[in-house]
């Protein structure tokens, strides 16, 4: 277990440090056995990957893609497309460190490819079509081998059509688990929010339902899922704690979550833990973002507590005429209710960064009025990505975005292969601060983050998490070149070195 002291500190603060961490060590001891009743989550169960590889520290799957009647409620069944079978995909379990090789056919009537959302890869594993790889065919297969460096979830999902294919259901969770994190919950839930849209047959809404205003607002599917299924129940005996890991795979919808007056204690997100840990009463995940939080589901007078998404404004046609959705039950047991505990004190180390000589890349996000033919664009600088040239960075270089909304809609903002770290309007860090991949830039809203592109040259991608938007222009590319020939060497290691 690691301990938030670390090893570096004056020796008179030793003794007092110890009995801080044994009472912490105390706590995680007190938690290792679960709390909650057998059974507990078996609605909210994951298909898993199976490991076919011996070796502890390499996990090797196989992965298809393949159409597949899912059930999402009884009796609702949907011709979804989906990763061996399962909605959402099976999800992948590793350790920080570990390698992991994934023997990937596509089964699918259309190309595909499958991109690792939030891990730091080489380019060649990002999964963009004619960029890292050729799109995989129908019938083919790609073998998938990287190193996972970061402990968090992540999660996996096409880069070609990716609008229609995450929403036909293709996305999967990637959990690399740090033993000694500190955190020392025993009880976890990984728990993967979308939404799908099919009719009474279970044929599947088209993709482009909606026309371009469909693209503008960005399509919801009229089920909400967790865990691909349709509401869902936790049974959960009333004080136990429990760690949910969350991922909103769906491909437009935001989920500002609320469980009744009860808090989230938020301990990270996107790349891991974060500075310290926060409590706040609503949860907002927009598409791409992870949440890692801690709830203590208490009883009150009811027996039952919802788990809601909130309205969001982000963009006209989510308010209006609508109201707050259900997402999954949690019910109580019969058993007494447990005294509360402390929570785990988790915090996470981040070097204060340098923001001198940091180059400033400005960006202004804009949906010009239709033209003519009624069509709509999203744009990035005056251009959507068929008429954008690549921004430029070269290894080593450190850049400031601060990204501008002008367009009436929100946009969650995602940068391929690099974390951001997100800065207030000095161009301070936001505390506490956290490693991002994917940050909502609200209606009229600016985002500014820091991004330090350290090594790993190659052209990585940025886009709207609403995949529509994405594929309406809001995407774009940055050519990040070698500095020295070292660099490319570096690239050029196998991708297990990393
Ligand atoms: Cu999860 Cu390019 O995206
Ligand atoms: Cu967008």
Known sequence: MRCIFGTARPVRLAVFAIVLCSAAIGLSARTTTSLEPSGWNSDLALAEARDKNPDPKIVEVDLAARVADVAV???KIVHAWTYDGSLPGPLIRARVGDRIVV???????????IHWHGMRIPIEMDGVPDISQPPVQPGETFTYDFVARDAGLFW??????????????????LLIEDEDDGVGITDQLTLVLSDIGFDEHGTLDSADAGGPAGMVFGREGAYILANGK?????????????????VN?????????????QPFYVIGGDGGLQESPQTVHTLLITPGERADVIVRPTRGNTDTIPLRARLY???????????????????????????????????????????????????????PPAGPDGKSEFQVNGVPFWRAKPYRATVGERQIWIVKNDSKYAHPFHLHGFFMLPLDERLQPIRPMAWKDTINVPVDGTIRFLVDFNERPG??????????????????????????PTDLEHHKRPSGSW
């Open 73 to 75: 409620a009884p009796g």
């Open 103 to 113: 023997h990937f056919k596509n089964e699918l009537p259309e190309s595909t490819t």
């Open 156 to 173: 996996y999902h096409p880069h070609v059509m990716s609008a229609a294919q995450v929403g036909f259901g293709l996305y999967g969770p």
């Open 230 to 246: 349709v509401m869902p129940t936790l049974r959960v005996r009333s004080g136990a704690p429990q760690r949910w890991r969350i």
């Open 249 to 261: 795979a769906a491909k437009s919808r935001y989920f500002l979550l609320e469980l009744g007056n």
């Open 313 to 367: 404004d982000r963009g006209y046609g989510s308010i209006q005429y609508r109201t707050a959705e259900s997402v999954l039950t949690v019910a109580f047991t019969d058993e007494p209710t447990l005294p509360p505990s402390p929570l785990p004190d988790v915090h996470r180390h981040f070097d204060q960064p340098t923001l001198e000589g940091a180059t400033k890349v400005d960006i202004l996000l804009t949906l």
């Open 459 to 484: 052209m990585w991608m940025f886009h709207c998490h609403i995949l529509d938007h994405a594929d309406g222009g809001l995407m774009g590319h940055v050519h990040l070149e070698a500095a020295s």
